[in-house]
T-cell receptor
């Protein structure tokens, strides 16, 4: 059973076209939900941690939100440099980590 | 800033060779992890360690071993490299249950 599911698998946006990426999870006892950005050929770069439903975090054009079942990564007025794969992960109270397979975002100038 | 470094960015080895990949973190994290990442398969956990000299198998430990003699250093060993171990290898570290910080990755090619 998948603990973390990300959708869509791939997303193409025009520059300036806002959208959202989804991460749904099924772990019991959520300790934290994490968002990462990964550029081709590089290691994932940590973006945000969310701990409880209703929490929000922002960084530049990115905003992450959390509910009891899912998280959204909202991208406002994206630029070509926002093109990357965005990974979601969760940890549970047993210190187990589960990663999604990512959303590949392409922003077209 | 957290820093996780890996010994090589690119590595080419021959089938049957013993391969060592080393990872060092500077944040005094208890937990360290080794993953491999392949197109369409995402991140797959090979081994992790909760403390010095402790190790736990992940999802795909076959063909690999690890060593953690010091808190800051976690090594991945391919006892006899095979072509199906060609992959991107990623090391990460974290405090217990919290966000993992990744190294830059090692692209290993086994010919």
């Amino acid at each position: 059973e998948d603990q973390v599911t990300q959708s869509p698998e791939a997303l193409r946006l025009q520059e300036g076209e806002s959208s959202s990426l989804n991460c749904s999870y099924t772990v019991s006892g959520l300790r934290g939900l994490f968002w990462y950005r990964q550029d081709p050929g590089k290691g994932p770069e940590f973006l945000f941690t969310l701990y409880s439903a209703g929490e929000e975090k922002e960084k530049e054009r990115l905003k992450a939100t959390l509910t009891k079942k899912e998280s959204f990564l909202h991208i406002t007025a994206p630029k070509p440099e926002d093109s990357a794969t965005y990974l979601c992960a969760v940890s549970d109270t047993g210190n187990q980590f589960y990663f999604g397979t990512g959303t590949s975002l392409t922003v077209i100038p | 800033d957290v820093k996780v470094t890996q010994s090589s960015r690119y590595l080419v080895k021959r089938t049957g060779e013993k391969v060592f990949l080393e990872c060092v973190q500077d944040m005094d994290h208890e937990n360290m992890f080794w993953y491999r990442q392949d197109p369409g398969l995402g991140l797959r956990l090979i081994y992790f360690s909760y403390d010095v000299k402790m190790k736990e198998k992940g999802d795909i430990p076959e063909g690999y071993s690890v060593s953690r003699e010091k808190k800051e250093r976690f090594s991945l060993i391919l006892e006899s490299a095979s072509t199906n171990q060609t992959s991107m290898y990623l090391c990460a570290s974290s405090s217990r249950g919290y966000e993992q910080y990744f190294g830059p990755g090692t692209r290993l090619t086994v010919t």
